[in-house]
């Protein structure tokens, strides 16, 4: 099946300074990938949809200035924590799409535990 | 407004016994239904969907779920629980709204299966 990987799985970064994680569609493309986070105890809240060569599209309330995404290539959408702070510290989930329409499958990555001291 | 409730923060069942993972859905259309699975610190696994056909859904790890029409609920389902099957469960539903299709998910439900 469609493996989705993510980098860091693990991430401590100090408050102000930014982080990168990456999300790869390990055998497949995805034009289409999906940036998730979820708090403690809570469920998957959708921060971005990520269209590769193209601007992602960010839900409302998150910012798209302190969340970059980029989707430079078919197989990598990276997320980007800009001066992080301790509320940022979360469990960060990225999902692929694969196929069209109304039958599109999503595969989910491992996850990334970013946390902001 | 579209949602998706697990009313059970947690469910506790004996090793071997049948267990029941709650979920119900308030969306327009004919949604497409989910149920994922989440170990400690890993992302979401896959274990079956609903589209159409048949009410009762088998999936991985010897789940199935029952699609209620009427209800509008999504129930999972084992037979006979392992210890092993201890994780946080994740009902999810996908729609089209708004020229895309939208993915929500559940709050989650802890299944505790106790030896």
């Known amino acids: 099946g469609a493996v989705v990987s993510q980098h860091p799985s693990r991430v401590i970064c100090k408050s102000g300074t930014s982080v990168k994680i990456e999300c790869r569609s390990l055998d497949f493309q995805a034009t289409t990938m999906f940036w998730y986070r979820q708090f403690p105890k809570k469920s998957l809240m959708l921060m971005a949809t990520s269209n590769e060569g193209s601007k992602a599209t960010y839900e409302q309330g998150v910012e798209k200035d302190k969340f970059l995404i980029n989707h430079a290539s078919l197989t990598l959408s990276t997320l980007t924590v800009t001066s992080a702070h301790p509320e940022d510290s979360s469990f960060y989930i990225c999902?692929?799409?694969?196929?069209?329409?109304?039958?599109?499958?999503?595969?989910f990555g491992p996850g990334t535990r970013l946390t902001v001291t | 407004a579209q949602s998706v409730a697990q009313p059970e923060d947690q469910v506790n069942v004996a090793e071997g016994n049948p267990l029941t993972v709650k979920c119900t859905y308030s969306?327009?259309?004919?949604?497409?239904l989910f149920w994922y699975v989440q170990y400690p610190n890993r992302g979401l696994q896959f274990l079956l969907k609903?589209?159409?056909?048949?009410?009762l859904v088998k999936g991985s790890y010897g789940f199935e779920a029952e699609f209620n029409k009427s209800q509008t609920s999504f129930h999972l389902k084992k037979p006979s629980a392992l210890v092993s099957d201890s994780a946080l469960y994740f009902c999810a539903v996908r729609f089209f709204l708004g020229g895309t299709y939208k993915y929500i998910f559940g709050t989650g439900t802890r299944l505790k299966v106790l030896a």
């Open positions: 999902s692929a799409r694969v196929g069209a329409g109304e039958s599109y499958e999503q595969y």
């Open positions: 609903y589209i159409t056909g048949d009410n």
């Open positions: 969306v327009s259309g004919n949604p497409y």
